[in-house]
């Protein structure tokens, strides 16, 4: 709480170098999301796992959702799209690959196992979401009539997979999930958490607010691009909690929930948290469309095709895992040029 009260600070205050100003906003917002992963955690040990995961997926995601939004509305157009593509990206490469690396390196003969169902369910939702952004990327590039669409087009494929991750929300929630290892106890009180959450959620907002206030000098100062700032900065900052927790529970021995924790993130943002904000921006500034520039395309169908290859059996070794993180490496040295 003291770094956000220093954030506070330092964004309203004059004479604040506009990188301390961005740090400690950075640093606030990746302690808003642990706050708000820790308090719904405890809200959630009440209702059983499978609540428990929908709420920490959902609620964990509420610092970036923020950040978009008034990323569009501050006319970002750029970072906001590269947030929402970064946090992808990061979680399906950059986490994933750690979380492999941790979890193979304990075993004896250096595969890490797991239930290979929502790996798979996560690709599906990925490609579907990709599916989309393909279209309106070569309607663009063809300039046919579709491309003078985008928004309408954008709208109904919005509402379309936002029925698809609903639909496989329920069979998901419904069904058995293969992650048997036993939650510790609540830590905190019912009302408790609730507060906490309720003032970690309320605080998410305005330190996103501040976030992307100094995102646009710090860019400059530093002379960074946009994309990288969206692609990489953001996205780990606002996925700080789901990066840690996963990979010490992969060093843990526990590697369903491991896996859990980063492909619900991942199938969250591109099929929940994405078309959800493509709506949302219809209220903002600028509307947020599926149109992506082709290096981002390009990104995202590798990415989907990568992880499914590596995770759909069930399987994953410390080599596939070192994959994962070099190829989130090349994308961010590219996207430092963009």
Do not use: C
């Amino acid at each position: 709480m003291a770094v956000t009260v220093l954030a506070g600070i330092a964004r309203y205050a004059h004479g604040v170098s506009a990188v301390i100003a961005f740090l400690l906003a950075t640093l606030a917002l990746a302690g808003m999301a642990w706050v708000v992963a820790v308090s719904t955690e405890q809200v959630g040990q009440r209702l059983g796992p499978a609540a428990t995961g929908l709420m920490q997926s959902t609620v964990g995601n509420l610092p970036e959702f923020f950040v978009v939004i008034f990323a569009l509305q501050a006319g970002e157009q750029v970072v906001a799209e590269t947030a929402i593509l970064g946090s992808i990206l990061v979680n399906a490469l950059l986490v994933l690959g750690l979380v492999i690396i941790a979890g193979a390196r304990r075993e004896r003969d250096g595969v890490m196992r797991f239930n290979p169902r929502l790996p798979n369910d996560t690709a599906t939702l990925l490609l579907v979401a990709s599916f989309i952004i393909v279209l309106i990327g070569l309607t663009h590039s063809s300039g046919d009539s579709a491309s003078h669409h985008a928004k309408t087009i954008s709208i109904i494929g919005a509402v379309a997979i936002l029925i698809v991750y609903a639909t496989w929300l329920r069979q998901y929630l419904s069904s058995p999930s293969g992650v048997n290892e036993e939650t510790a106890p609540p830590r905190l009180g019912l009302a408790t958490s609730i507060a906490l959450l309720a003032i970690a959620g309320t605080a998410s907002a305005f330190v996103s607010d501040w976030f992307v206030h100094a995102l646009q000098p710090t860019i400059q100062t530093l002379g960074i691009s946009q994309a990288f700032a969206g692609l990489v900065i953001v996205a780990i900052a606002g996925n700080a909690v789901e990066n840690v927790a996963g990979i010490v529970l992969a060093a843990k021995g526990k590697a369903d929930l491991a896996i859990s924790v980063v492909k619900n993130s991942v199938a969250q943002i591109a099929a929940f948290l994405y078309p959800l904000l493509v709506l949302v921006s219809l209220l903002t500034a600028t509307t947020l469309t599926f149109g992506l520039a082709p290096v981002y395309i390009g990104a995202l169908i590798g990415t989907s095709i990568i992880v499914w290859q590596i995770t759909g059996d069930g399987e994953a070794t410390v080599f596939e895992g070192v994959a994962l993180v070099a190829t989130f490496v090349i994308l961010a040295t590219v996207a430092a040029f963009e």
